[in-house]
């Protein structure tokens, strides 16, 4: 597990052209667009178009990547940058660089093993993932493939609180560090690509482990999900958002864990102010990748506020379009304390599995690192306001 990913790009990039001598290729494609095509190549139009698609016109999907070019990068020439420290201390917790990977659901239409696959790459590159509720194998399992590395588990809020209580419990038990609480799918949104093909993979069981693994939940059943898998799913599906789901909430699991409690979804100042009452340790500005609201503003245009709301009394951390080391180093230098990656990874993975998702992770860690180096920039809080400009 590396200690931490300064000064770790010129090696990276050095390693790549010197295996091109003895005619061995990127195990994976470097380029963001590449890798999308190549996992294009492999999966099938439902899982791929599942991953890809955004809320309707998809306008915001592409709008979080577009956003990064309002800004520009200021390099600043001779300064000493030969020894370079990219590590971060999240919740008493040092990880070796501002990075973790975000919740995704339903992973398993990318790959069977997808998770164990995604848990073991976590641990290779010691960057922490975040689990989601929906996942095809228990938080329980994802845990014991990462035993004594950082991990999170995310926590889609449902109506029925003896429930989501026992999710969180068991992610307490498990070894899990924090609860990441979505609070920006209280309703599914409008998904265009998904329609198209009436493909929701959550019909068929997938993505449903930790719901079906429940004593709670298996409570609630006539039949086990092993004896009536359709009504097992039923019940998991009107389990899964709560419209009536509120601040009181999230002041109520507050005060039920010992975990920090980070709300995902955060897109105004007002939000971030009600959140901090409500008890969350920490914020996650996202629109969900473009997901939910087709026409929401772009993640990147909303940190700043909320960050001005937050001031330094809880981490920020952000969410949507990271694709290349300079949109780490800009969400940094407008205040985050650490980004989450997403689709990437998932490209990755379907690419070349565990393997795949590490060579995403340090592709992206080693264009970062270069682009500290490049702007004059030896560690993190060298990543101030002041190192870029307003396009």
């Not at 295996?19 to 099938?44: F, Y």
């Not at 309002?70 to 070796?96: A, K, S």
Request: charge should be negative.
């Amino acid at each position: 597990m590396p200690e931490n990913y300064g000064g770790f790009g010129p090696a990276r990039q050095t390693s790549i052209y010197l295996a091109s001598l003895s005619g061995k290729a990127p195990p994976i494609p470097v380029s963001p667009d590449a890798l999308e095509r190549a996992a294009e190549r492999v999966l099938t139009p439902e899982a791929f178009h599942y991953v890809a698609g955004g809320a309707g016109g998809e306008r915001t999907a592409r709008q979080n990547i577009a956003e990064f070019d309002r800004w520009h990068l200021v390099p600043r020439m001779m300064r000493d940058i030969h020894e370079r420290d990219t590590r971060v201390e999240l919740f008493g917790q040092r990880i070796p660089a501002p990075l973790l990977l975000a919740p995704i659901g339903a992973l398993e239409v990318v790959r069977p093993d997808a998770e164990l696959a995604l848990a073991r790459a976590a641990v290779a590159t010691g960057i922490p993932l975040i689990a989601s509720t929906l996942t095809s194998r228990s938080l329980e399992e994802i845990g014991s493939e990462m035993s004594g590395a950082n991990r999170w588990f995310q926590l889609y809020w449902g109506p029925d609180r003896d429930l989501n209580l026992s999710l969180v419990g068991r992610a307490e038990k498990a070894g899990y560090s924090a609860i990441v609480l979505t609070l920006d799918t209280r309703i599914l949104g409008w998904r265009s690509r998904d329609l198209d093909r009436g493909y929701l993979p959550f019909l068929g069981g997938v993505g449903l482990a930790n719901y079906f693994s429940d004593p709670v939940f298996r409570s609630r059943l006539a039949a086990p999900p092993e004896q009536d898998l359709p009504a097992a799913v039923r019940y998991a599906l009107a389990t899964f958002g709560d419209p009536t789901f509120s601040w009181a909430d999230v002041r109520f699991l507050s005060e039920r864990t010992s975990l920090p409690i980070l709300v995902k979804g955060v897109l105004h100042p007002q939000d971030a102010t009600d959140a901090m009452e409500a008890g969350a340790n920490g914020l996650i500005v996202s629109n969900h990748g473009g997901r939910q609201v087709d026409g929401s503003v772009p993640a990147l245009r909303a940190l700043p506020g909320v960050l001005a709301e937050a001031g330094d009394r809880i981490p920020v951390l952000y969410d949507g379009g990271i694709r290349h080391g300079a949109d780490v180093a800009k969400a940094l230098a407008l205040g985050a304390r650490a980004v989450l990656l997403g689709r990437p990874y998932v490209w990755g993975l379907a690419v070349g599995g565990e393997t795949g998702v590490r060579e995403v992770v340090e592709n992206l860690l080693a264009d970062f690192d270069l682009t500290l180096a490049l702007c004059g920039m030896a560690k993190l809080s060298d990543v101030t306001r002041d190192a870029i400009v307003a396009a």
